[in-house]
Nanobody, 128 residues
Framework: QAQLVESGGGLVQVGGSLRLSCVVS????????LSWFRQAPGKDRKDRDF???????????DYGFSVKGRFTISRDNDKNMVYLQMNNLKPEDTAVYYC??????????????????WGQGTQVTVSS
């Protein structure tokens, strides 16, 4: 049974930083591309926004327009982990953040339907 568990969320002030972690179990992490999505308050699951993604080998990354230059995704396959370093946080970054796994390991997809497995999410709140 595949399981993705996020951690590291919390309350932070504008301009601050947080590092999210996601531990993956029950699947061979090196066979999957991994991404982070976020769901803003009041939005539906289908409206989750793509934040960043990384291919199975870590060689390629991609980011949503609003976070480019501020967020960095990375992974450690030996530890079954994927990370999201978030810097210069803004109030509009407030959301529940989810990690997700895509069996098309070279694909960094922005559509939620391309992901087979999801975590339960971790709340990030940025206060002004």
């Amino acid at each position: 049974q595949a399981q993705l568990v996020e951690s590291g969320g919390g309350l932070v002030q504008v301009g601050g930083s947080l590092r999210l972690s996601c531990v993956v179990s029950g699947l061979s992490i090196s066979m999957y591309s991994l991404s982070w999505f976020r769901q803003a308050p009041g939005k539906d699951r289908k409206d989750r926004d793509f934040v960043g993604g990384i291919t199975f080998n870590g060689e390629t990354t991609d980011y949503g327009f609003s976070v480019k230059g501020r967020f960095t995704i990375s992974r450690d396959n030996d530890k079954n982990m994927v990370y999201l370093q978030m810097n210069n946080l803004k109030p509009e970054d407030t959301a529940v953040y989810y990690c997700a796994a895509n069996k098309r390991r070279l694909e960094i997809a922005q559509a939620i339907g391309r992901y087979e497995y999801w975590g339960q999410g971790t709340q990030v709140t940025v206060s002004s």
